[in-house]
């Protein structure tokens, strides 16, 4: 699976794909800067739960986490959408991260309350995992890859 493409000055970018491994799920995403390389690795995550296309950006969740480095930061991000997936019970069909510093990332989640009956959950996501976790830089192209348990 090929997630959607974004384009922004320079022509279009792949925002997401889903890699395979033994016994989890991956997505590798991609950005032009690392805060689009957060909010495309958050759409990737979600695209394995549910069908994004099906959920209506009704409300914007702001969604903010903290971490030690780079690759935590990562991780504590998707760990925060789970949470509000998980024990909120949203639905997001879409994210756009504000700032990404070196301990703090910004940003917020676009969805509505979740539906079962309308937003074709298809999977269930226990939690990001730090096994072959990657968030690098290479020639303009963010790239943020995360394992998830499943």
């Known amino acids: 699976m090929v997630g959607g493409k974004r384009g922004r000055g320079g022509g279009e970018l792949k925002r997401f794909e889903?890699?395979?491994?033994?016994?989890?799920?991956?997505?590798?995403?991609?950005?032009?800067?690392?805060?689009?390389?957060?909010?495309?690795c958050a759409l990737?995550?979600?695209?394995?739960?549910?069908?994004v296309g099906s959920v209506e950006p009704r409300e914007r969740k702001d969604?903010?986490?903290r971490a030690?480095?780079?690759?935590?930061?990562?991780?504590?991000?998707?760990?925060?959408?789970?949470f509000l997936v998980e024990v909120e019970g949203w639905a997001f069909?879409?994210?756009?991260?504000?700032?990404?510093t070196g301990d703090r990332v910004e940003g917020w989640g676009l969805g509505e309350p979740l539906d079962p009956?309308?937003?074709?959950?298809?999977?269930?996501?226990?939690?990001?995992?730090?096994?072959?976790?990657q968030l690098s830089e290479e020639n303009g192209t963010w790239v943020a890859q995360v394992i998830f348990d499943v």
């Open 63 to 65: 969604i903010r986490a």
């Open 117 to 133: 009956a309308r937003h074709k959950v298809s999977g269930e996501i226990k939690a990001p995992t730090y096994h072959m976790l």
């Open 18 to 40: 889903v890699i395979e491994h033994t016994a989890d799920v991956g997505i590798r995403a991609y950005g032009r800067s690392r805060e689009e390389a957060f909010a495309s």
């Open 93 to 100: 069909g879409d994210f756009e991260v504000r700032e990404v």
């Open 44 to 51: 990737g995550m979600m695209s394995l739960i549910l069908d």
């Open 68 to 82: 030690s480095g780079p690759e935590e930061l990562l991780v504590r991000w998707l760990s925060e959408i789970l």
